[in-house]
Nanobody
Framework: QVQLVESGGGLVQDGGSLRLSCAASGRTFSRSRMAWFRQAPGKEREFVATITSSGSSTNYADSVKGRFTISRDNAKNTVYLRMNSLKAEDTAVYYC?????????????WGQGTQVTVSS
């Protein structure tokens, strides 16, 4: 079982930066692919970024590539999302997700989300 708790969301001006954190409980964090998703009002939840269990490989949605950076600290059981050059269209609830064990498979565990609002 993995529990995920996001933090770091808030209100920021267009062009600003935020860093989201996702703290995970459970002993399998270091063996789990992790990801960030987001859901804007009236829209489907969409993929933002993912990182392998070792942190050696990352992947991003085209809409955030070059602006967002996903990273992890397995010693702290935490995954991060650094967001730079934020735009109004980045406004959404951001969710952390974990596969559980391994780098393949569906995301079985989800956090409760943290709101990010970018004012133009």
């Amino acid at each position: 079982q993995v529990q995920l708790v996001e933090s770091g969301g808030g209100l920021v001006q267009d062009g600003g930066s935020l860093r989201l954190s996702c703290a995970a409980s459970g002993r399998t964090f270091s063996r789990s692919r992790m990801a960030w998703f987001r859901q804007a009002p009236g829209k489907e939840r969409e993929f933002v970024a993912t990182i392998t269990s070792s942190g050696s490989s990352t992947n991003y949605a085209d809409s955030v590539k070059g602006r967002f950076t996903i990273s992890r600290d397995n010693a702290k059981n935490t995954v991060y999302l650094r967001m730079n050059s934020l735009k109004a269209e980045d406004t959404a609830v951001y969710y952390c997700a974990a596969v559980g064990v391994g780098d393949f498979g569906s995301y079985r565990y989800w956090g409760q989300g943290t709101q990010v609002t970018v004012s133009s």
